[in-house]
């Protein structure tokens, strides 16, 4: 036989996309010819496929050899082909049955020594061949916990190149993986920690009720990342679809945490503000990777000393904030990425930043106001809640007055508040009130005029926004249903409007 067929798995953006392998043998000049728009690491698979195979105890054919990857208008990226590699030109030379690899999906990156190394997006890999039909996949030892979340499909670990071509050829095969009890998640941070702020406490508990973005100004030691921290513990955990989403986007970035392949917890993202545009929206020269904004997917992206990143670098969150997906364009094509995540910034008043407050500030009336104008108009207009944190009193740090509640107390509040939107959202495919669009929350969950009036006059005098508007209803009816009424009153339409008006860093 002198053509062998197998399959592997490329990927476009969070999904994966079928790779059929094709190897051609025939007389000429030997040497090995790829095409199929390979990228640089593809095309070195060559040498490492060879020496990985001779090193097995097998013997690479001497001959001309035609290597086609299809489509081959897809650009295939990564060292995750090399095994599908190496499994074709073993049934091309008649090595292994042809039969044998012809609907395999094989993925793994192969050592010089012939061991199959650990690949990023094991998970959307496996998802692609289980939709397209196929029933096995061989993958890395260390990744089949990963592949093994796949319902409907078999997974073959391998740890060398030798026990693959003896499982080809029938002299001893590979089992079938069977995945263990998903280890319990280590708890997070505790809400009982935060002492004293109450404003904040009650903003964080609305922000997890209603998915609301937030802002939070105040000295240093206030608790602003403290507060932060603990946000995530007081969403709920993630639903199956939900989780294996966001260990896709894991898997694919390389970020999995050891031992649960599982992501299960709403993630926790907090880049350093040097962070660059592709660091936090996706990017890369090569192949694009999903950034700290789409890694944050169904949980929290934290941005510390928020004035300190770049204008241009915060403002381009403005539309995936909106969209809850970011699309990243570049010559070698498009790939889009989700990004519903909930913001928090975090930002002291000033430069100078006086832990003893105004009166200690040495910062001057134009270097606060340039310190301000770093933070968008535009990207603070999308910002639900806005708290400003005052320093914690001596008598509350050293001496507490009342023991503060738990980050369990507060998320079985704020699982009640959402169990209450999903059933006023029945039928609209809406989660939290922080996804339902303005016209459709005005026309179909009206607010009575008279409980309108504060949040109208400030439309008036321009201190809200059209978006803005909207907005504090939204926040309202997150207020309502932690109170547990039916429709949000004047009292939850007057405190949303405070939380959005309050004075941020000023």
């Keep these: 036989m002198t053509l062998g067929r197998t399959w592997s798995v490329g990927l476009v953006g969070v999904r994966g996309a079928m790779v059929e392998v ?3 043998i025939s007389n000429g000049l030997p040497g090995v010819t790829l095409v199929g728009l390979p990228d640089a690491v593809v095309r070195q698979s060559v040498d490492r496929v060879r020496s990985a195979v001779v090193n097995a105890g097998a013997e690479f054919p001497n001959r001309r050899i035609t290597i086609g990857l299809s489509p081959a208008s897809m650009p295939k990226q990564g060292s995750g082909f090399d095994l599908a590699l190496a499994a074709a030109v073993l049934a091309a030379a008649d090595t292994v049955p042809g039969s044998s690899v012809d609907r395999l999906v094989l993925l793994g990156e192969l050592g010089l020594d012939g061991s199959v190394r650990s690949i990023r997006g094991v998970l959307p890999a496996a998802l692609a061949a289980a939709r397209a039909g196929h029933r096995q996949v061989v993958v890395p030892r260390v990744n089949a916990d990963e592949a093994a979340l796949v319902d409907g499909i078999e997974v073959l670990p391998a740890a060398t190149v ?7 050829t029938g002299r001893a095969r590979l089992p079938v993986h069977t995945r263990g009890a998903v280890p319990p998640q280590p708890p997070g941070p505790d809400l009982r920690d935060v002492v004293g702020q109450a404003s904040g406490r009650r903003a964080v508990e609305v922000a997890a009720a ?3 973005h937030l802002f939070l100004s105040g000295p240093p030691g206030a608790g602003k990342t403290m507060l932060a921290e603990r946000l995530p513990g007081l969403l709920p955990s993630l639903d199956r679809e939900a989780a294996l989403e966001v260990t896709a986007i894991h ?5 999995l945490p050891g031992g649960a392949p599982l992501v299960s917890r709403p993630p926790f993202e907090a880049p350093h503000h040097s962070a660059s545009m592709a660091a936090l929206i996706g990017g890369g020269s090569g192949q694009i990777r999903p950034g700290a904004l789409c890694r944050a997917h169904r949980g929290v992206l934290f941005l510390d000393e928020a004035p300190e990143f770049p204008r241009a670098v915060l403002d381009t969150l403005r539309q995936p904030l909106e969209r809850g997906s970011v699309t990243i364009s570049r010559a070698a094509g498009t790939v889009a990425f989700p990004c519903r995540a909930q913001l928090v910034l975090a930002a002291n008043p000033c430069p100078c930043a006086s832990a003893a407050g105004d009166t200690a500030c040495t910062c001057s009336p134009l270097e606060r106001r340039r310190y301000r104008s770093r933070l968008s108009g535009p990207l603070l207009d999308r910002i639900d809640l806005r708290i400003d944190l005052p320093p914690v009193p001596r008598a509350e740090w050293l001496h507490g007055l009342a023991e503060p509640e738990s980050t369990e107390d507060v998320a079985r509040r704020v699982q009640i508040a959402r169990a209450a939107a999903q059933e006023r959202f029945a039928g609209t495919g809406l989660a939290v009130n922080s996804q339902v669009p ?8 009206p607010v009575p005029r008279a409980s309108l009036r504060l949040a109208e006059r400030a439309l008036e005098r321009g201190a809200l926004s059209a978006r803005g508007f909207d907005r504090v209803l939204r926040v309202a009816w997150t207020l309502a249903d932690l109170a547990g009424r039916t429709s949000p009153g004047a009292d939850e339409v007057a405190e949303a409007l405070g939380m959005r008006l309050q004075r941020v860093a000023a």
């Design 162 to 168: 030798r026990e693959v071509i003896e499982h080809l």
């Design 22 to 24: 094709e190897v051609d």
């Design 210 to 212: 209603g998915g609301h």
């Design 438 to 445: 303005g016209r459709l929350l005005r026309e179909r969950w």
């Design 251 to 255: 898997s694919i970035a390389g970020t």
